[in-house]
C-alpha cells in the first residue's frame, strides 16, 4: 500500500508508459435514497484509491508441483507499479495456501481433479504485492477441507494481509487516510457467506456500515466461462448449482450501506454498473491463475480496476488497465486492450440504460 500518489483536480500519473488521466467532474454526496450533486475540491486528502483484481491462484502443488511455476519466478512482479499505486488493494484468493495434506475434496480422479492448494511461500509474493484485502468466499477454498481454510486463515493473519467471507471470518477493517473501511465477501459455496442469503447480507453490510467509512462487498457469483460474460439480472444456474442472482445481490447490499461491489467467479469480463452513486464490476475475469486455467480468449483477459472514491464512498471516475495472461499464466500489460473492449462493449449491451463514458485510454465516469 502506497499512500503517497498525488491526486489534484485534473492529474496524470505515468506508469510504465501508461498515462492515467482523470478528468475534473461532479460527484454525489453519500445518499442512499436521494443524491445532491454538488463540487467539490479533488486531493490527495479527500480521496481514497481503491485497486481491485479478480482471481488469484499463483500455482498448485496438487496434484503434482508441476503445476508451479519455475523457482524464483514472481508472477504479480509485471503488474507491482499498479497493484502498489492505491490506498487499498484488493483481490479474490482462488484456492487454500497450504504446504502439504488437508482433506481433499471428492474427486473422481484426484489425477485430473480442479482442486488448489498453494505453497505457503506465495503470501509473501501477495504482501509485496501490495495487497490489503482478500476474498475467501470462493469454491475452491473449500479444496482441502477445514485443514485448508484454517491454514489459509493463519497465513493470512500472520502476513497482515485482512480477508473477509467464511462464517469464521465475516467481514475485516483497516484504517487509511483516517478513514475506516470494511469489506466482506459472498459465495454460494460451504463454508462462505451464502450469495443467497439476503438476510445476512443485510446484517452484515448493515453492520459494517454503521462503523466504517466506506464498505466493499465481495462476491462470488454467476455462471462460468467464456458464453456467460453477459449479466442476465437473473438468477444464474451452473452445473445444478445456485450461483445467485448477481444484479439484485449488488443492489441490496448498496440499499444496506455497501459503497463498492467487486464481483468474480465467472473466469471472464463483466460489463460494471453504477447504482446510487457507488460503483459495481460484475466480474473481474482471470487475473493471476497459473497452469490449471482456461486462459484462452476471453478466459485470458482481465480488468485491473483504478477507483476513486470520496470519503464516504462516493464513486469519482476510474480507469480500466487491461491485462492478459501468457503461456500457463501470469499477468502482464495488454497492449490490445482486451479488458477494456470486453468492459466498454459488455455494458453497454448489458445496461444500455446506463450513462458510462469510457475513453481509450481506460479512464471512464458515469454522468
Given at each position: 500500500?502506497?499512500?503517497?500518489?498525488?491526486?489534484?483536480?485534473?492529474?496524470?500519473?505515468?506508469?510504465?508508459?501508461?498515462?492515467?488521466?482523470?478528468?475534473?467532474?461532479?460527484?454525489?454526496?453519500?445518499?442512499?435514497?436521494?443524491?445532491?450533486?454538488?463540487?467539490?475540491?479533488?486531493?490527495e486528502?479527500?480521496?481514497?484509491?481503491?485497486?481491485?483484481?479478480?482471481?488469484?491462484?499463483?500455482?498448485?502443488?496438487?496434484?503434482?508441483?508441476?503445476?508451479?511455476?519455475?523457482?524464483?519466478?514472481?508472477?504479480l512482479?509485471?503488474?507491482?507499479?499498479?497493484?502498489q499505486?492505491?490506498?487499498?488493494?484488493f483481490?479474490?484468493?482462488?484456492?487454500?495456501?497450504?504446504?502439504?495434506?488437508g482433506?481433499?475434496?471428492?474427486?473422481?480422479?484426484?489425477?485430473?481433479c480442479?482442486?488448489?492448494?498453494?505453497?505457503?511461500y506465495?503470501?509473501?509474493?501477495l504482501?509485496?504485492?501490495?495487497?490489503?484485502?482478500?476474498?475467501v468466499?470462493?469454491?475452491?477454498?473449500?479444496?482441502?477441507?477445514?485443514?485448508?481454510?484454517?491454514?489459509?486463515?493463519?497465513?493470512?493473519?500472520?502476513?497482515?494481509?485482512?480477508?473477509?467471507?467464511?462464517?469464521?471470518?465475516?467481514?475485516?477493517?483497516?484504517?487509511?487516510?483516517?478513514?475506516?473501511?470494511?469489506?466482506?465477501?459472498?459465495?454460494?459455496?460451504?463454508?462462505?457467506?451464502?450469495?443467497?442469503?439476503?438476510?445476512?447480507?443485510?446484517?452484515?453490510?448493515?453492520?459494517?456500515?454503521?462503523?466504517?467509512?466506506?464498505?466493499?462487498?465481495s462476491?462470488?457469483?454467476?455462471?462460468?466461462?467464456?458464453?456467460?460474460?453477459?449479466?442476465?439480472?437473473?438468477?444464474?444456474?451452473?452445473?445444478?448449482?445456485?450461483?445467485?442472482?448477481?444484479?439484485?445481490f449488488?443492489?441490496?447490499?448498496?440499499?444496506?450501506?455497501?459503497?463498492?461491489?467487486?464481483g468474480?467467479?465467472?473466469?471472464?469480463?463483466r460489463?460494471?454498473?453504477?447504482?446510487?452513486?457507488?460503483?459495481?464490476?460484475?466480474?473481474?475475469?482471470?487475473?493471476?491463475?497459473?497452469?490449471?486455467f482456461?486462459?484462452?480468449?476471453?478466459?485470458?483477459?482481465?480488468?485491473?480496476?483504478?477507483?476513486?472514491?470520496?470519503?464516504?464512498?462516493?464513486?469519482?471516475?476510474?480507469?480500466?488497465?487491461?491485462?492478459?495472461?501468457?503461456?500457463?499464466?501470469?499477468?502482464?500489460?495488454?497492449?490490445?486492450?482486451?479488458?477494456?473492449?470486453?468492459?466498454?462493449s459488455?455494458?453497454?449491451?448489458?445496461?444500455?440504460?446506463?450513462?458510462?463514458?469510457?475513453?481509450?485510454?481506460?479512464s471512464?465516469?458515469f454522468?
Open positions: 500500500m502506497n499512500n503517497t500518489m498525488k491526486i489534484s483536480i485534473i492529474s496524470v500519473v505515468v506508469l510504465t508508459g501508461l498515462a492515467v488521466v482523470f478528468l475534473p467532474f461532479k460527484m454525489k454526496a453519500k445518499e442512499k435514497v436521494v443524491q445532491q450533486v454538488k463540487e467539490v475540491s479533488l486531493s486528502d479527500t480521496l481514497i484509491t481503491l485497486v481491485a483484481v479478480g482471481d488469484i491462484m499463483m500455482g498448485s502443488n496438487f496434484p503434482s508441483s508441476n503445476y508451479l511455476p519455475r523457482e524464483g519466478v514472481e508472477l512482479k509485471p503488474m507491482h507499479e499498479f497493484l499505486m492505491a490506498d487499498v488493494t483481490g479474490n484468493l482462488e484456492g487454500t495456501i497450504l504446504n502439504e495434506g482433506r481433499l475434496k471428492k474427486c473422481s480422479d484426484s489425477t485430473k480442479y482442486a488448489f492448494r498453494q505453497p505457503e506465495f503470501v509473501p509474493q504482501k509485496n504485492a501490495g495487497f490489503d484485502f482478500l476474498s468466499a470462493n469454491n475452491h477454498m473449500g479444496d482441502f477441507g477445514e485443514e485448508g481454510r484454517t491454514n489459509t486463515q493463519r497465513v493470512l493473519k500472520e502476513a497482515g494481509i485482512r480477508f473477509a467471507g467464511l462464517e469464521s471470518c465475516p467481514w475485516d477493517t483497516l484504517t487509511v487516510k483516517g478513514v475506516k473501511i470494511g469489506m466482506t465477501a459472498f459465495a454460494p459455496n460451504t463454508a462462505c457467506l451464502q450469495i443467497t442469503d439476503f438476510t445476512t447480507l443485510k446484517k452484515v453490510v448493515g453492520h459494517l456500515d454503521s462503523i466504517c467509512d466506506i464498505v466493499i462487498v462476491f462470488h457469483g454467476g455462471a462460468e466461462g467464456s458464453s456467460r460474460t453477459h449479466i442476465t439480472r437473473d438468477t444464474e444456474i451452473f452445473y445444478e448449482e445456485n450461483r445467485g442472482n448477481v444484479y439484485e449488488a443492489r441490496i447490499a448498496i440499499d444496506a450501506g455497501a459503497d463498492v461491489i467487486l468474480h467467479g465467472p473466469h471472464v469480463t460489463a460494471i454498473d453504477y447504482y446510487k452513486g457507488r460503483f459495481i464490476t460484475y466480474s473481474m475475469g482471470n487475473f493471476c491463475t497459473y497452469a490449471r482456461n486462459l484462452s480468449g476471453v478466459n485470458g483477459v482481465a480488468p485491473l480496476f483504478v477507483l476513486r472514491l470520496q470519503k464516504d464512498g462516493t464513486f469519482v471516475d476510474g480507469k480500466v488497465v487491461s491485462t492478459k495472461q501468457l503461456g500457463e499464466g501470469g499477468p502482464v500489460l495488454d497492449a490490445a486492450k482486451g479488458a477494456l473492449k470486453q468492459v466498454s459488455l455494458t453497454k449491451t448489458d445496461l444500455p440504460e446506463l450513462k458510462l463514458q469510457i475513453k481509450d485510454d481506460g471512464f465516469y454522468n
